[in-house]
């Protein structure tokens, strides 16, 4: 053989082999089996858009989609509460969307739990078998927070199952939208967008990882076909055939997701803001938020101060109620915000400078302090005093004690001479261990039990119960003035006064603060109602039995009957020769701070006035106020 027929054969077959991989690797990017052609319904009975729905966030969603499907493009859909539904016609239907929120535990909505359990029972029923809902296309969407782990849209997970193994043929993947992650809005509307696109005719391809889209195929034709020069893969490989070469994937730029990858997105979106802003709350940079409080009103105009100004000397008038973290664990039935901000396990978001925080919320606070020159009862003294906080209050909402600068920006307060109270629901111990002095630290304790404490606060943590004994472990090393805030509801918690009074030991508090849950209104987010709301004689049975319970360790100090409030005290510590002493000394505690040197409780307490006392015939009002009551004008029944 000559060398240059030699050459020849090997060119050929160079060609050859080249020619060969590059069709076999345009076949494996083409060979998607084709599943079928979703055209509309040929039906005329209309599809079903079931709502599975808790807190409304479901339902409006729903409607959003039923919008787009029947007005926008002609789609018949009916919308479907699955409480008004008979499970047993689902074979009936040939098309179903669903709209699944997954609720406490992992478990359904309460309008959806016989429609729910009907699908587990009947799927698992070998008399129904696997084509029982084989004329039926559907598609569902969940609704959740991936901050609860595994339990994350488990109920649109369980449902995709259930529907697939009763041979339901689905559209689409299991749609997955977080409720505090910030992008549910993008992640529906893009979801739905597909569902019009399958339900229109789109073609619907599928291979060994799932479901294509026919504009995911088009875009994949299109990498394929662009032979112009710089494509980039323009050499391909045996090892690109197998395929295990480069992903087409588009490499994600940290900087173009505003930071989501790096935690520095901002906690409070667009919608919470609006929301928070709604209910009355000034905004402060990206995380905080301040917002005067009606006894703040209510002292400025002469009428009284809180529970906080009978107990421990506030003066209302001068006191700021802020947060520097909006963001909280717990998503409590009693929540007065209505679970309008933000929720998380851990600080994920871009953080503000405490400096920034504290001068901006004087300064908001002064403002709205301002807009009451003018009002009755309101005098020049007392308003130049309101310009003048003295008190801040770090319990407005959220957990404070997430932020990450906490400790800066209560010695900036300090440096003020502002003193704080900080509430902290007992989900980060070693928070409350690092903690440097404040005025008053309190843990919210509202249950006694491990399932109520579930029940009441639903916390994020799946280690809650471990985190709230710790939380109060920890509260046991302070040396300042320390209390345990009791908020009593009603049907809830009110029957285990022996379970709390075993608690008092872990802690050994100063103080423990009794008080009626404060109806807000009916919300979608809690099954409360004003039943659940005690009355003051309830909340003194509850104290004096709680008080008996310590064996003399706690009595009952004082009271606010405006606020069903009751408070007991260390007998020991805090009643000297008879005569309590609950109020505090803030100008001694400014000094304490200043000085560095360590110093607990008893070196800044005050004498309690009379009629602050438990029992005094005022009940907690402060005699040198003027008592105000609303004429409440009934109309009658005809």
Known sequence: ??????????????????????????????????????????????????????????????????????????????????????????????????????????????????????????????????????????????????????????????LGKRLRGLGATEMLPVGEGDVDGGELESVFEGWSEKVVTVLKGGLVMENENGIVYESDVESLESDDDDDGEGGG???????????????????????????????????????????????????????????????????????????????YGIESHRCMEATPSLACANKCVFCWRHHTNPVGKS?????????????????????????????????????????????CALSLVGEPIMYPEINALVDELHRRRISTFLVTNAQFPEKIKMLKPVTQLYVSVDAATKDNLKAIDRPLFGDFWERFIDSLKALKEKHQRTVYRLTLVKGWNTEDVEAYSKLFVLGKPD????????YCGSSATSKLTMENVPWHS????????????????????????????????????????????????????????ASGRPFDSEDYMALTPSWAVYGAEEGGFDPDQSRYKKERHHKSKR
Not at 138 to 157: E, I, K, P, Q
Not at 361 to 390: N, W
Not at 565 to 571: E, N, P, S
């Open 347 to 391: 600080w994920q978001w871009k953080m503000d400078d405490p400096l920034e925080i504290v001068n901006t919320a004087i300064d908001l606070h002064t403002k709205m302090i301002k807009q009451t020159k003018g009002v009755p009862g309101v005098t020049q003294e007392r308003l130049m005093e309101g310009l003048s906080p003295r008190h």
């Open 511 to 518: 103080f423990v603060e009794i008080k009626g849950v404060t």
């Open 1 to 158: 053989m000559t060398p240059s027929s030699l050459s020849t054969r090997l060119t050929l077959f160079a060609l050859l082999s080249a020619t060969t991989f590059y069709f076999l690797y345009k076949f494996r990017r083409r060979c998607l089996k084709p599943l079928k052609h979703l055209p509309l319904n040929p039906n005329p009975r209309p599809g079903k858009l079931f709502f599975l729905s808790q807190t409304g966030t479901s339902k409006a969603l729903s409607q959003r989609l039923l919008d787009l499907l029947s007005s926008k493009n002609n789609i018949p859909f009916d919308l479907v509460d699955p409480q008004t539904y008979e499970p047993e016609d689902l074979p009936k239907e040939s098309l179903i969307i669903i709209i699944a929120s997954t609720w406490e535990d992992g478990n359904p909505p309460q309008n959806s739990k016989f429609f729910v359990n009907w699908l587990a029972e009947i799927s698992t029923d070998f008399r129904a078998g696997n084509l029982l809902l084989s004329d039926c296309k559907f598609a569902v969407f969940g609704v959740g927070s991936r901050l609860y782990g595994d339990t994350f849209n488990a109920v649109a997970r369980d």
């Open 233 to 311: 893969e323009d050499i391909v490989d045996l090892e690109d055939i197998a395929g295990k070469g480069p992903s087409r994937k588009k490499s994600v730029n940290v900087a173009e997701t505003n930071g989501k990858l790096d935690g520095k997105r901002e906690m409070v979106t667009p919608v919470i803001r609006a929301n928070l802003e709604k209910q009355g709350y000034k905004i402060i940079g990206s995380h905080s938020g301040v917002k005067i409080c009606r006894w703040t009103k209510s002292q400025l105009r002469g009428r009284g101060g809180c529970y906080k100004h009978s107990f």
């Open 538 to 593: 309830d909340v003194r049975a509850f104290s004096e039995a709680l008080a008996l319970k310590s064996e003399g360790e706690y009595e009952v100090a004082c009271e606010h009957a405006h606020s069903c409030c009751v408070l007991l005290a260390k007998t020991e510590k805090f009643k000297v020769n008879g005569q309590w002493h609950t109020w505090i000394d803030y100008e001694k505690f400014h000094d304490l701070v």
